[in-house]
Protein backbone atom coordinates (compact mmCIF):
# COMPACT_ATOMS: atom_id res chain seq x y z
CA UNK A 1 0.00 0.00 0.00
CA UNK A 2 2.25 2.28 0.95
CA UNK A 3 5.05 1.31 -1.91
CA UNK A 4 2.72 1.92 -4.77
CA UNK A 5 2.22 6.00 -4.31
CA UNK A 6 6.14 6.15 -3.73
CA UNK A 7 7.20 4.25 -7.08
CA UNK A 8 4.33 6.28 -8.70
CA UNK A 9 6.64 9.47 -7.60
CA UNK A 10 10.03 8.13 -8.82
CA UNK A 11 8.86 7.36 -12.02
CA UNK A 12 7.47 10.97 -12.54
CA UNK A 13 10.33 12.24 -11.42
CA UNK A 14 12.37 10.43 -13.61
CA UNK A 15 9.65 11.31 -16.41
CA UNK A 16 10.26 15.21 -15.77
CA UNK A 17 14.28 14.33 -16.08
CA UNK A 18 13.65 12.54 -19.31
CA UNK A 19 11.25 14.81 -20.78
CA UNK A 20 13.90 18.02 -22.05
CA UNK A 21 16.11 15.05 -23.45
CA UNK A 22 13.17 13.46 -25.74
CA UNK A 23 11.92 16.98 -26.66
CA UNK A 24 15.42 18.54 -28.33
CA UNK A 25 16.75 15.14 -29.60
CA UNK A 26 14.24 14.98 -32.70
CA UNK A 27 14.63 18.93 -33.07
CA UNK A 28 18.78 17.50 -33.45
CA UNK A 29 17.78 14.71 -36.09
CA UNK A 30 15.68 17.05 -38.13
CA UNK A 31 18.21 19.53 -38.64
CA UNK A 32 20.76 17.23 -39.49
CA UNK A 33 18.82 15.93 -42.55
CA UNK A 34 15.76 18.17 -43.62
CA UNK A 35 18.28 21.27 -44.30
CA UNK A 36 17.57 21.19 -48.25
CA UNK A 37 18.71 24.84 -49.78
CA UNK A 38 22.18 24.12 -50.26
CA UNK A 39 24.92 21.83 -51.84
CA UNK A 40 25.07 18.21 -49.88
CA UNK A 41 24.66 18.95 -46.23
CA UNK A 42 27.31 17.06 -43.52
CA UNK A 43 25.33 15.40 -41.21
CA UNK A 44 27.79 13.61 -39.07
CA UNK A 45 29.33 16.91 -38.23
CA UNK A 46 25.76 18.72 -37.35
CA UNK A 47 25.43 17.58 -34.30
CA UNK A 48 28.77 18.15 -33.01
CA UNK A 49 28.67 21.55 -33.90
CA UNK A 50 25.67 21.65 -32.35
CA UNK A 51 26.39 21.05 -28.67
CA UNK A 52 27.04 24.21 -27.16
CA UNK A 53 30.36 23.18 -25.96
CA UNK A 54 31.73 21.89 -28.82
CA UNK A 55 33.33 25.13 -30.24
CA UNK A 56 35.13 26.06 -26.63
CA UNK A 57 32.93 29.48 -25.97
CA UNK A 58 31.63 30.05 -22.49
CA UNK A 59 28.54 31.48 -23.91
CA UNK A 60 25.73 29.63 -21.18
CA UNK A 61 23.88 26.65 -23.11
CA UNK A 62 19.68 27.02 -23.11
CA UNK A 63 18.30 25.47 -19.98
CA UNK A 64 15.85 22.56 -20.97
CA UNK A 65 12.25 24.00 -21.65
CA UNK A 66 9.37 23.59 -19.93
CA UNK A 67 7.35 20.32 -20.68
CA UNK A 68 4.17 22.68 -20.83
CA UNK A 69 6.16 25.00 -23.22
CA UNK A 70 7.29 22.32 -25.15
CA UNK A 71 3.97 20.21 -25.56
CA UNK A 72 3.85 22.44 -29.42
CA UNK A 73 0.90 23.27 -31.40
CA UNK A 74 -2.69 21.68 -30.61
CA UNK A 75 -1.24 22.22 -26.88
CA UNK A 76 -2.40 26.02 -26.59
CA UNK A 77 -6.12 24.57 -27.56
CA UNK A 78 -7.89 25.56 -24.05
CA UNK A 79 -10.17 24.10 -21.99
CA UNK A 80 -13.31 25.41 -21.51
CA UNK A 81 -13.71 27.67 -18.59
CA UNK A 82 -16.26 27.54 -15.76
CA UNK A 83 -19.41 27.42 -17.49
CA UNK A 84 -20.65 30.65 -18.78
CA UNK A 85 -19.09 33.15 -15.87
CA UNK A 86 -18.89 36.74 -17.06
CA UNK A 87 -15.63 37.12 -19.82
CA UNK A 88 -12.94 38.22 -16.76
CA UNK A 89 -10.88 40.77 -17.62
CA UNK A 90 -7.96 39.97 -15.00
CA UNK A 91 -4.07 39.83 -16.50
CA UNK A 92 -4.23 35.64 -15.22
CA UNK A 93 -6.94 34.69 -17.85
CA UNK A 94 -5.86 31.52 -20.10
CA UNK A 95 -5.30 32.60 -23.48
CA UNK A 96 -8.05 32.15 -25.70
CA UNK A 97 -6.62 31.58 -29.48
CA UNK A 98 -10.12 32.25 -30.94
CA UNK A 99 -10.45 35.61 -29.51
CA UNK A 100 -6.67 35.91 -30.89
CA UNK A 101 -7.41 34.59 -34.04
CA UNK A 102 -10.55 37.74 -34.56
CA UNK A 103 -8.05 40.63 -33.59
CA UNK A 104 -5.40 39.25 -35.29
CA UNK A 105 -7.27 38.89 -38.77
CA UNK A 106 -8.49 42.11 -38.35
CA UNK A 107 -5.59 44.06 -37.28
CA UNK A 108 -2.57 42.19 -37.96
CA UNK A 109 -3.17 40.07 -41.16
CA UNK A 110 -2.95 43.04 -43.56
CA UNK A 111 0.55 42.71 -42.49
CA UNK A 112 1.66 39.69 -40.74
CA UNK A 113 -0.26 37.33 -43.91
CA UNK A 114 -2.77 35.08 -43.11
CA UNK A 115 -2.18 32.46 -40.26
CA UNK A 116 1.05 34.64 -39.71
CA UNK A 117 2.65 33.71 -42.75
CA UNK A 118 3.96 36.94 -43.72
CA UNK A 119 4.99 37.52 -47.59
CA UNK A 120 6.27 40.60 -47.04
CA UNK A 121 10.00 40.34 -46.40
CA UNK A 122 10.27 42.96 -43.98
CA UNK A 123 7.36 42.18 -41.99
CA UNK A 124 8.60 38.97 -39.94
CA UNK A 125 6.87 35.74 -40.14
CA UNK A 126 5.02 35.22 -36.58
CA UNK A 127 3.40 31.65 -37.56
CA UNK A 128 4.44 28.82 -35.36
CA UNK A 129 6.32 31.29 -32.88
CA UNK A 130 6.81 30.94 -29.52
CA UNK A 131 3.96 32.28 -27.54
CA UNK A 132 5.91 33.50 -24.57
CA UNK A 133 8.38 35.10 -27.32
CA UNK A 134 5.76 36.78 -28.45
CA UNK A 135 4.28 38.71 -25.76
CA UNK A 136 7.54 39.63 -24.87
CA UNK A 137 8.18 41.12 -28.11
CA UNK A 138 4.69 42.86 -27.71
CA UNK A 139 5.53 43.91 -24.49
CA UNK A 140 8.49 45.63 -25.54
CA UNK A 141 7.19 47.52 -28.34
CA UNK A 142 4.52 48.91 -26.27
CA UNK A 143 7.39 50.10 -23.79
CA UNK A 144 9.56 51.36 -26.21
CA UNK A 145 12.15 48.84 -25.21
CA UNK A 146 12.33 47.18 -28.82
CA UNK A 147 11.71 50.76 -30.56
CA UNK A 148 10.04 50.58 -34.04
CA UNK A 149 7.68 53.25 -34.60
CA UNK A 150 5.14 50.92 -36.62
CA UNK A 151 4.61 48.24 -34.16
CA UNK A 152 5.12 50.27 -31.42
CA UNK A 153 1.61 52.00 -32.26
CA UNK A 154 -0.02 48.06 -32.74
CA UNK A 155 1.36 47.08 -29.79
CA UNK A 156 -0.42 50.09 -27.92
CA UNK A 157 -3.36 49.40 -28.71
CA UNK A 158 -3.28 45.72 -27.57
CA UNK A 159 -3.87 44.30 -23.91
CA UNK A 160 -1.97 41.78 -21.87
CA UNK A 161 -4.92 39.67 -22.27
CA UNK A 162 -4.93 39.81 -26.25
CA UNK A 163 -1.01 40.12 -26.91
CA UNK A 164 -1.71 36.20 -24.51
CA UNK A 165 -4.50 35.62 -26.96
CA UNK A 166 -3.07 36.54 -30.09
CA UNK A 167 0.24 34.59 -29.31
CA UNK A 168 -1.46 31.57 -28.64
CA UNK A 169 -2.97 31.50 -32.11
CA UNK A 170 0.06 32.07 -34.01
CA UNK A 171 1.84 29.30 -31.79
CA UNK A 172 -0.88 27.08 -33.96
CA UNK A 173 -0.35 28.18 -37.00
CA UNK A 174 1.70 26.23 -39.23
CA UNK A 175 4.92 28.33 -41.01
CA UNK A 176 5.21 27.47 -44.75
CA UNK A 177 8.74 26.83 -45.38
CA UNK A 178 11.06 29.74 -47.08
CA UNK A 179 14.14 29.17 -49.47
CA UNK A 180 17.86 30.22 -49.10
CA UNK A 181 18.91 32.04 -52.02
CA UNK A 182 22.36 33.03 -52.59
CA UNK A 183 24.32 29.80 -53.76
CA UNK A 184 27.99 31.97 -52.67
CA UNK A 185 26.49 33.38 -49.26
CA UNK A 186 24.97 29.91 -48.21
CA UNK A 187 27.96 28.05 -47.05
CA UNK A 188 29.17 30.75 -44.97
CA UNK A 189 25.90 31.13 -43.26
CA UNK A 190 25.93 27.21 -42.35
CA UNK A 191 29.35 27.24 -41.01
CA UNK A 192 28.27 29.90 -38.54
CA UNK A 193 24.95 29.11 -38.09
CA UNK A 194 25.91 25.35 -37.41
CA UNK A 195 29.48 26.39 -35.70
CA UNK A 196 29.96 29.82 -35.02
CA UNK A 197 33.40 31.41 -35.19
CA UNK A 198 36.28 30.37 -33.35
CA UNK A 199 38.47 32.72 -33.54
CA UNK A 200 35.98 35.92 -32.36
CA UNK A 201 34.43 33.50 -29.75
CA UNK A 202 30.91 33.66 -31.54
CA UNK A 203 29.08 30.77 -30.03
CA UNK A 204 27.33 28.76 -32.79
CA UNK A 205 23.52 30.20 -33.25
CA UNK A 206 22.44 26.56 -33.16
CA UNK A 207 22.96 25.93 -29.56
CA UNK A 208 20.39 28.13 -28.41
CA UNK A 209 18.33 28.33 -31.68
CA UNK A 210 18.41 24.24 -32.47
CA UNK A 211 19.94 23.04 -35.47
CA UNK A 212 16.97 23.28 -36.98
CA UNK A 213 15.72 27.11 -36.56
CA UNK A 214 12.95 25.72 -34.31
CA UNK A 215 14.13 27.76 -31.67
CA UNK A 216 13.44 26.43 -28.05
CA UNK A 217 10.70 27.46 -25.63
CA UNK A 218 10.73 29.74 -24.52
CA UNK A 219 12.73 32.56 -24.68
CA UNK A 220 15.00 31.04 -27.96
CA UNK A 221 13.66 32.22 -30.83
CA UNK A 222 11.94 29.97 -33.67
CA UNK A 223 14.37 31.33 -36.61
CA UNK A 224 13.36 28.92 -39.37
CA UNK A 225 11.97 29.93 -42.72
CA UNK A 226 11.85 34.06 -41.68
CA UNK A 227 12.75 36.33 -44.46
CA UNK A 228 15.87 36.95 -45.24
CA UNK A 229 15.67 40.82 -45.27
CA UNK A 230 13.71 40.92 -41.78
CA UNK A 231 16.39 38.55 -39.91
CA UNK A 232 19.55 41.00 -41.45
CA UNK A 233 18.01 43.78 -40.28
CA UNK A 234 17.59 42.10 -36.30
CA UNK A 235 20.73 40.91 -36.27
CA UNK A 236 22.05 45.06 -37.46
CA UNK A 237 19.64 46.44 -34.95
CA UNK A 238 20.97 44.40 -32.22
CA UNK A 239 24.69 44.83 -33.51
CA UNK A 240 24.10 48.90 -33.86
CA UNK A 241 22.29 49.19 -30.53
CA UNK A 242 18.74 49.92 -31.76
CA UNK A 243 16.95 46.82 -30.70
CA UNK A 244 17.91 46.52 -27.38
CA UNK A 245 15.74 43.97 -26.20
CA UNK A 246 18.34 41.31 -25.80
CA UNK A 247 22.13 41.57 -24.23
CA UNK A 248 22.80 37.92 -25.44
CA UNK A 249 22.25 39.00 -29.09
CA UNK A 250 23.64 42.17 -29.07
CA UNK A 251 26.53 40.82 -28.44
CA UNK A 252 26.78 38.58 -30.66
CA UNK A 253 25.88 40.15 -33.77
CA UNK A 254 28.25 42.83 -32.56
CA UNK A 255 30.90 39.79 -33.96
CA UNK A 256 29.44 39.77 -37.10
CA UNK A 257 30.54 42.43 -40.45
CA UNK A 258 27.16 42.68 -42.70
CA UNK A 259 28.60 39.84 -45.36
CA UNK A 260 28.05 37.42 -42.34
CA UNK A 261 24.69 38.89 -41.45
CA UNK A 262 23.96 38.51 -45.50
CA UNK A 263 25.25 34.77 -45.07
CA UNK A 264 23.50 33.54 -41.94
CA UNK A 265 20.23 35.17 -42.71
CA UNK A 266 20.25 33.09 -46.20
CA UNK A 267 20.94 30.14 -44.84
CA UNK A 268 18.01 30.55 -42.08
CA UNK A 269 15.67 31.19 -44.39
CA UNK A 270 16.06 27.77 -46.20
CA UNK A 271 16.29 26.37 -42.56
CA UNK A 272 13.13 23.75 -42.02
C1 LIG B 1 1.67 48.14 -41.02
C2 LIG B 1 2.24 46.82 -40.95
C3 LIG B 1 2.13 46.06 -39.61
C4 LIG B 1 1.00 45.78 -38.89
C5 LIG B 1 -0.44 46.18 -39.19
C6 LIG B 1 1.43 44.98 -37.78
N1 LIG B 1 2.77 44.75 -37.84
FE1 LIG B 1 3.86 43.62 -36.55
N2 LIG B 1 5.58 44.17 -37.52
C7 LIG B 1 5.65 44.96 -38.63
C8 LIG B 1 7.04 45.23 -38.95
C9 LIG B 1 7.57 46.06 -40.08
C10 LIG B 1 7.82 44.53 -37.97
C11 LIG B 1 9.36 44.50 -37.84
C12 LIG B 1 9.74 45.50 -36.77
C13 LIG B 1 11.22 45.60 -36.55
O1 LIG B 1 11.94 45.76 -37.55
O2 LIG B 1 11.65 45.53 -35.41
C14 LIG B 1 6.86 43.86 -37.11
C15 LIG B 1 7.23 43.04 -36.03
C16 LIG B 1 6.34 42.33 -35.25
C17 LIG B 1 6.70 41.37 -34.23
C18 LIG B 1 8.11 40.93 -33.86
C19 LIG B 1 8.38 39.59 -34.51
C20 LIG B 1 9.67 38.95 -34.11
O3 LIG B 1 9.98 37.89 -34.71
O4 LIG B 1 10.39 39.44 -33.23
C21 LIG B 1 5.54 40.91 -33.68
C22 LIG B 1 5.40 39.91 -32.56
C23 LIG B 1 4.45 41.58 -34.35
N3 LIG B 1 4.98 42.44 -35.31
C24 LIG B 1 3.12 41.38 -34.06
C25 LIG B 1 2.08 42.13 -34.61
C26 LIG B 1 0.72 42.05 -34.15
C27 LIG B 1 0.23 41.13 -33.05
C28 LIG B 1 -0.01 42.94 -34.90
C29 LIG B 1 -1.47 43.29 -34.79
C30 LIG B 1 -1.91 43.74 -33.48
C31 LIG B 1 0.93 43.56 -35.84
N4 LIG B 1 2.19 43.03 -35.62
C32 LIG B 1 0.58 44.49 -36.80
C33 LIG B 1 4.58 45.46 -39.33
C34 LIG B 1 3.25 45.41 -38.93
C1 LIG C 1 23.26 32.26 -26.12
C2 LIG C 1 22.05 32.00 -26.84
C3 LIG C 1 21.94 32.54 -28.27
C4 LIG C 1 22.82 32.33 -29.31
C5 LIG C 1 24.13 31.56 -29.30
C6 LIG C 1 22.22 32.99 -30.45
N1 LIG C 1 21.02 33.57 -30.10
FE1 LIG C 1 19.78 34.58 -31.35
N2 LIG C 1 18.50 34.95 -29.80
C7 LIG C 1 18.68 34.52 -28.51
C8 LIG C 1 17.58 34.99 -27.70
C9 LIG C 1 17.40 34.77 -26.21
C10 LIG C 1 16.72 35.71 -28.57
C11 LIG C 1 15.40 36.41 -28.21
C12 LIG C 1 15.65 37.87 -27.98
C13 LIG C 1 14.43 38.58 -27.46
O1 LIG C 1 13.82 38.09 -26.52
O2 LIG C 1 14.09 39.64 -28.00
C14 LIG C 1 17.33 35.67 -29.87
C15 LIG C 1 16.80 36.30 -31.00
C16 LIG C 1 17.37 36.24 -32.26
C17 LIG C 1 16.84 36.90 -33.42
C18 LIG C 1 15.57 37.74 -33.47
C19 LIG C 1 14.44 36.89 -33.99
C20 LIG C 1 13.23 37.68 -34.40
O3 LIG C 1 12.26 37.04 -34.79
O4 LIG C 1 13.25 38.92 -34.34
C21 LIG C 1 17.66 36.61 -34.46
C22 LIG C 1 17.51 37.05 -35.90
C23 LIG C 1 18.72 35.78 -33.93
N3 LIG C 1 18.54 35.57 -32.59
C24 LIG C 1 19.76 35.29 -34.71
C25 LIG C 1 20.86 34.59 -34.20
C26 LIG C 1 21.99 34.21 -35.00
C27 LIG C 1 22.14 34.44 -36.48
C28 LIG C 1 22.87 33.59 -34.14
C29 LIG C 1 24.26 33.04 -34.45
C30 LIG C 1 25.19 33.98 -35.08
C31 LIG C 1 22.25 33.58 -32.81
N4 LIG C 1 21.03 34.21 -32.91
C32 LIG C 1 22.82 33.03 -31.69
C33 LIG C 1 19.73 33.75 -28.04
C34 LIG C 1 20.82 33.33 -28.78
Avoid at 164 to 171: C, D, F, R, T
Amino acid sequence: MIKKPASLLLAVVLAAFALPTVAQAPAAGAGSSSYTGGAATPPASAATAAAPGASGLTVAPPQSPSPAAAAGPGAAVPSPQAPNAQAPTVANTRPDPALGEQKYTAVCAACHGAGGNSGTPANPKLSQQHPEYIVKQLQEFKSGKRPNPIMQGFAAQLTEQDMKNISAYLGTQKAKPGFAKDKELVSLGEKIYRGGLQNRQLPACAGCHSPNGAGIPAQYARLSGQHADYTASQLVAFREGIRKNSPQMSQIASKLNDREIRAVADYIAGLR
